[in-house]
T-cell receptor
Framework: GESVGLHLPTLSVQEGDNSIINCAYS??????FIWYKQESGKGPQFIID?????DKRQGQRVTVLLNKTVKHLSLQIAATQPGDSAVYFC???????????FGQGTELSVKP | EPEVTQTPSHQVTQMGQEVILRCVPI?????FYWYRQILGQKVEFLVS????????KSEIFDDQFSVERPDGSNFTLKIRSTKLEDSAMYFC??????????????FGPGTRLTVT
């Protein structure tokens, strides 16, 4: 069946360090991937997305890498700040307008 | 910046009762979704809605669930007879037209449903 999963459930980093959150997906037909950040008691907040015809996309302090060969997605956060502490979800989509399939989530904890 | 809104923020109901969760998607969006998240678990797709009809639904979305867009602005999720296992955060999401440059789904803040 289809699935999106995360390698690590928790990640603890020092403020100022770079963070890398990983995600594996199983459906090679997925054409679009998104990283969401979720703070306690709030809805998922868009961070960055990438289409399947790209392998890298950069935003402000964040970079998403897509490796379709091994069906792997990663989120890199540069100079991690305490405000980055949250649960991060990857999600994949199979078709235009279609549902998102979310991974389990990784909790990022930033120590000052 | 436009945002998806949801009401109520928290709903407590007794098992067997009907609940209606309300969402106001972003005004020019055309695709609408409901997701749920049981405490500590991942976000799960329930249903998608486009052109006034359900376009896709998950196994979770059984006969006890229904969705409606009654007036062109609200998008509602109804659970006819709630069960204890329906306790979760329910998120509404929307996206603009299919040809948009981004297919980012904009999520609302969620409604926490507690069934006792």
């Amino acid at each position: 069946g289809e699935s999106v999963g995360l390698h690590l459930p928790t990640l603890s980093v020092q403020e100022g360090d770079n963070s890398i959150i990983n995600c594996a997906y199983s459906n090679s037909a997925s054409d679009y991937f998104i990283w969401y950040k979720q703070e306690s008691g709030k809805g998922p907040q868009f961070i960055i997305d990438i289409r399947s015809n790209m392998d890298k996309r950069q935003g402000q302090r964040v970079t998403v890498l897509l490796n379709k060969t091994v069906k792997h997605l990663s989120l890199q956060i540069a100079a991690t700040q305490p405000g980055d502490s949250a649960v991060y979800f990857c999600a994949e989509r199979h078709n235009q307008g279609g549902k998102l399939i979310f991974g389990q989530g990784t909790e990022l904890s930033v120590k000052p | 910046e436009p945002e998806v809104t949801q009401t109520p923020s928290h709903q407590v109901t007794q098992m067997g009762q009907e609940v209606i969760l309300r969402c106001v998607p972003i005004s020019n969006h055309l695709y609408f979704y409901w997701y749920r998240q049981i405490l500590g678990q991942k976000v799960e797709f329930l249903v998608s809605f486009y052109n006034n009809e359900i376009s896709e639904k998950s196994e979770i979305f059984d006969d006890q669930f229904s969705v409606e867009r009654p007036d062109g602005s609200n998008f509602t999720l109804k659970i006819r007879s709630t069960k204890l296992e329906d306790s979760a955060m329910y998120f509404c999401a929307s996206i603009p037209e299919a040809g948009a440059s981004s297919y980012e789904q904009y999520f609302g803040p969620g409604t926490r449903l507690t069934v006792t």
